[in-house]
T-cell receptor, first 117, second 112 residues
């Protein structure tokens, strides 16, 4: 079974600085998706970025980028130029590439990010 | 706004009761997923429906059941409620199986 581990329960960053959130996962599959979701105080789950395991290029979305190391099974999120609105719980998630019973998202325990003004 | 709607937003009930949570997926989405977020268990997958049929089950208790109707909306039924069922219940939808999942705002269930 696949597992996702986020070893940083809480992180803090100064406004305008850069912060990296860590995520590791375990799987025997070769093809899969990885995601970072943001959950602000409103509790809404918002997709931040996704990475297909078969793509070597790291995904980027504006100030958000990932460092995907497939061999190490590591998937970290870098937030550049941090803004107050980035304060939230961040979840790393895994999903198998293929259909059927493996469509579910498997989440880590989350990292609570505080942004200091 | 993801386009996924869930009602009610909040639900307070007593132990032993039964409740129904409702989810309307985004227009055109055929797949519906239910997730539970609790302090004890974190975010975990409960069940998935695709075009009216159950496709996958996760850590869903026997006291819980779900269905997806012909108009594609879904309901999650929770019965014989216990204190530990207090959680945030999310519905997510996707166009087809395997595509990106969009989450609704969740239903906050409090069992007293």
């Amino acid at each position: 079974a696949q597992t996702v581990t986020q070893s940083q329960p809480e992180m803090s960053v100064q406004e305008a600085e850069t912060v990296t959130l860590s995520c590791t996962y375990d799987t025997s599959e070769s093809d899969y998706y990885l995601f970072w979701y943001k959950q602000p105080p409103s509790r809404q789950m918002i997709l931040v970025i996704r990475q297909e395991a078969y793509k070597q290029q790291n995904a980027t979305e504006n100030r958000f980028s990932v460092n995907f190391q497939k061999a190490a099974k590591s998937f970290s999120l870098k937030i550049s130029d941090s803004q107050l609105g980035d304060a939230a719980m961040y979840f790393c998630a895994y999903r198998s590439l293929y259909g059927g019973a493996t469509n579910k998202l498997i989440f880590g325990t989350g990292t609570l990010l505080a942004v200091q003004p | 706004d993801s386009g996924v709607t869930q009602t009610p937003k909040h639900l307070i009930t007593a132990t032993g009761q039964r409740v129904t949570l409702r989810c309307s997926p985004r227009s055109g989405d055929l797949s519906v997923y239910w997730y539970q977020q609790s302090l004890d268990q974190g975010l975990q997958f409960l069940i998935q429906y695709y075009n009216g049929e159950e496709r996958a089950k996760g850590n869903i208790l026997e006291r819980f059941s779900a269905q997806q109707f012909p108009d594609l909306h879904s309901e999650l039924n929770l019965s014989s409620l216990e204190l530990g069922d207090s959680a945030l219940y999310f519905c997510a939808s996707s166009v087809v199986q395997g595509n990106e999942q969009f989450f609704g705002p969740g239903t906050r269930l409090t069992v007293l």
